[in-house]
């Protein structure tokens, strides 16, 4: 577990993960409390993909980069640091210390195609279940469904 970058707020993107060749996440509506959408920004292509939790086309992501998606990118510089968010996505880098703003314009100078919005379905069941976490009362005791390897030893 690396520790964040800096600490973020999570009430606009309360998910954000660099997974499966993407930088993917869910970011809330600001018009509508009960909606999310599930942005994503492929590596290396840039092509980029939004969509809500219904599988309705984001409305703003119409041949570049929406409000969600850029929101997106600013909380992934937050959470891991805008040097590794540029190295996983393959960003070409013009400035010595790179921003949230400078990738969302290198992106978005290549011209980046819209992509497939089917990574919406499996980024919000991974949200989801992270959110199932934080109703669980603290304990120490190991979690079954998070001992994905067997114990080696046992502790004494």
């Excluded at 954000?16 to 942005?39: F, K, T």
């Excluded at 640091?81 to 210390?97: H, K, P, Q, S, T």
């Excluded at 290549?110 to 009362?137: C, I, M, N, T, W």
């Amino acid at each position: 577990m690396i520790a964040p970058a800096r600490p973020r707020k999570l009430a606009k993107v309360p998910f954000v993960e660099l997974a499966d060749g993407r930088l993917q996440g869910v970011v809330s509506s600001g018009s509508d409390i009960e909606r999310v959408y599930v942005s994503s920004v492929a590596a290396g292509t840039y092509a980029f993909a939004c969509s809500t939790n219904n599988n309705r086309p984001c409305g703003g992501a119409r041949g570049s980069f929406c409000n969600h998606i850029r929101a997106l990118i600013n909380e992934a510089v937050l959470q891991y640091g805008a040097e590794r968010v540029a190295r996983y996505l393959r960003v070409e880098r013009v400035d010595e210390a790179p921003s949230a703003q400078s990738l969302a314009a290198g992106m978005s100078s290549a011209r980046p195609q819209q992509g497939d919005a089917k990574a919406a379905a499996p980024v919000f069941s991974r949200f989801l279940r992270h959110l199932a976490y934080l109703e669980l009362a603290p304990t120490t005791a190991p979690l079954p469904e998070m001992q994905w390897f067997p114990p080696t030893r046992a502790v004494a």
